[in-house]
């Protein structure tokens, strides 16, 4: 059973930089598309970007210019990094896996709140 | 982007009840449509995809409808274990958009 472990600072001060790391067990990352998506009070869910296992890209252009997804496939892992956090990039981070480009999730992290305060 | 809108927000119904959400799309997205429900401290749970098609092991009380912009997710006799909050998501163009969601509570 594939499983998805989000780890990480829980807490970040403004201006910092978030970074998350996603841990794949019971299976290989190659061959799927990794995602990350956040959870905020305010703006509910919203799809952050996509990472596939050879190193290909997608962001959401409204975070495009302070995100980056990698991925170490040595490692079985794929990572998170958000430049300038306000407050507003308080939220649960999950991490998840999508089988082909146009797919739905099929297996979710359970999700880590990231608070930004200082 | 594609906006993804619910409604209503928060909806009150009793055990035994028919309910239905509304999701309206901003442009069409033909039927690539998904209903998640989710619980708090849960990740969201995969109820419908492709707009009426009911993913395994989801009861049959669950049923969606629609295609284009507008779509509906009906749970035909309301259960206690179904209080949760449920999204709708559109999966026809990155990026990846959700609804607000719509809080379903028992009267």
């Known amino acids: 059973q594939v499983q998805l472990q989000e780890s990480g600072p829980g807490l970040v001060k403004p201006s910092e930089t978030l970074s998350l790391t996603c841990t794949v067990s019971g299976g290989s990352i190659s061959s799927y598309y990794w995602h990350w998506i956040r959870q905020t009070p305010g703006k509910g869910l919203e799809w952050i970007g996509y990472i596939y296992y050879s190193g290909s890209t997608n962001y959401n252009p409204s975070l495009k210019s302070r995100v980056t997804i990698s991925v170490d496939t040595s490692k079985n892992q794929f990572s998170l990094k958000l430049t300038s956090v306000t407050a507003a990039d308080t939220a649960v981070y999950y991490c998840?896996?999508?089988?082909?480009?146009?797919?739905?999730?099929?297996?979710w992290g359970q999700g880590t709140l990231v608070t930004v305060s200082s | 982007d594609v906006q993804m809108t619910q409604s209503p927000s928060t909806l009150s119904a009793s055990v035994g009840d028919r309910v239905t959400i509304t999701c309206r799309a901003s442009?069409?997205?033909?039927?690539?449509l998904a209903w998640y429900q989710q619980k708090p401290g849960r990740a969201p749970k995969l109820l419908i995809y492709k707009a009426s098609s009911l993913e395994s092991g989801v009861p049959s009380r669950f049923s969606g409808s629609g295609s284009g912009t507008e779509f509906t997710l009906t749970i035909s006799s309301l259960q206690p274990d179904d209080i949760a909050t449920y999204y709708c998501?559109?999966?026809?163009?990155?990026?990846?958009?959700f609804g607000q969601g719509t809080k379903v509570e028992i009267k």
């Open positions: 998840a896996r999508t089988r082909g480009f146009g797919d739905l999730v099929d297996y």
């Open positions: 998501q559109q999966y026809n163009i990155y990026p990846r958009t």
């Open positions: 442009q069409t997205i033909s039927s690539w």
